[in-house]
């Protein structure tokens, strides 16, 4: 008995920034909207209204070509706390469809239907609930692509924005993607595209053609790739979100490109702050520090550090990342962009330390407990370590 077809759904919010400004704000409905940074300052587009679009406003375009594009667009520069409450929703909603939701960001999922038919009844119909209970929960649209594997879903809900839902029957994959532009395909940019089209391969149908053999000659394992993309083949399964995060991290894009070592350990500073806050309001405990930066050039190095035991403390953090940055840094070229990240975390603070070796532990502990108490009352500025203060 051959083993049960996956029923496999991409949802993916439209212009999610936008619409939850639409939402807080009903007189930005069918205006040109632009969320972002500054329009005089630096920064990317996060997201653009369907009505700014077509003056060629895109997400990830500086915020400054887009203001040259739309002068007229109404320029916001959002809320990460707003949003992330309506992702919460969105991902609650989603749940309660199946145990298996994986996110793909904040405003996107794959969702494995397999085996939840008697409780929602059929693919479709489980499909249009959630894009109904969506918009009549949150104000929110939702475009769901279905299909039998993660890589046709996705390629299915790019296919039907806005609002839409499309689903791709078993056995249709190749003839539904033999038309379609190579763009259409996850993971060919405008450089693979442009090198695929000095080839003479214009659509997927053209690709679907070639030898894997071929491929693979010319472009080694993302010629295998583009072998099963092209035929619509995907063995990636749905995994659901683990209870814990894998990483915490934190990075900022400079105002201005800079070369001053005091004020990057200073940005350093506070965003080692940030992140070990929400270590520690997580329960967890890192064990791998990693820095990132990017230079003016768009360069971008990174370079990690396991600590011989894992830790939430803002010290022993910083002075980790702090000295990742000195090996890193050079005034040569300027910074455009620093970021630190905690990986490898755990639940405990302790691997085989002995039982009396203490270190002081208890009196860090207690002094981050009640720096934490104190941001929590009073936010979390009002308390920072004197070299963060120097931002």
């Not at 002995?354 to 979390?380: A, N």
Request: glycine share 8%.
């Amino acid at each position: 008995m051959s083993p049960e077809l996956r029923k496999i759904l991409h949802v993916d919010m439209d212009a999610f920034y936008v619409s939850v400004e639409e939402v807080l704000d009903p007189s930005l409905k069918g205006k040109p909207v632009v969320v972002g940074g500054d329009p005089e300052g630096r920064g990317v587009v996060a997201a653009a209204s369907y009505a700014v679009r077509k003056y060629g406003v895109h997400s990830a375009m500086p915020i400054a070509k887009a203001k040259r594009l739309c002068p007229h667009a109404i320029f916001l520069r959002g809320s990460h706390r707003q949003y992330s409450e309506y992702s919460s929703k969105i991902f609650a909603i989603l749940k309660q469809y199946s145990p298996l939701v994986e996110p793909m960001s904040m405003d996107e999922a794959f969702v494995d239907l397999t085996g939840c038919e008697r409780l929602h009844g059929p693919v479709l119909t489980s499909a249009e609930k959630i894009r109904h209970e969506i918009y009549e929960t949150l104000g929110l649209n939702a475009s769901i692509g279905i299909a039998s594997n993660k890589l046709m879903a996705k390629i299915a809900s790019a296919y039907c924005k806005p609002s839409g839902m499309l689903w791709i029957a078993p056995g249709m994959e190749q003839r539904f993607l033999v038309p379609l532009s190579l763009q259409r395909i996850p993971g060919i940019g405008p450089k693979g595209g442009a090198e695929l089209h000095r080839m003479g391969i214009k659509s997927v149908g053209d690709l679907a053609r070639l030898p894997q053999d071929l491929l693979e000659q010319a472009y080694g394992k993302w010629g295998k790739s583009l072998y099963r993309k092209a035929r619509g083949i995907s063995d990636s399964v749905v995994v659901g979100e683990a209870e814990d995060p894998r990483s915490i991290s934190r990075e900022t894009t400079l105002e201005t490109d800079s070369a001053d070592s005091l004020f990057l350990e200073s940005q350093l500073s506070y965003l080692t702050e940030k992140a070990a806050s929400q270590l520690r309001e997580n329960n967890l405990f890192a064990q791998t520090v990693t820095l990132k930066l990017r230079f003016s050039d768009f360069k971008t190095v990174t370079r990690s550090k396991t600590l011989d035991m894992p830790t939430a403390e803002d010290h022993v953090l910083f002075h980790t990342g702090v000295g990742l940055f000195h090996k890193l840094f050079t005034r040569r070229v300027r910074i455009r962009l620093i970021g630190i990240a905690f990986t490898s975390l755990t639940a405990s603070p302790y691997l085989q330390e002995g039982l009396f070796d203490q270190k002081g532990g208890r009196c860090w502990d207690d002094l981050y407990r009640g720096i934490d108490r104190i941001r929590h009352k009073y936010g979390f500025k009002s308390l920072l370590r004197a070299r963060s203060s120097r931002r």
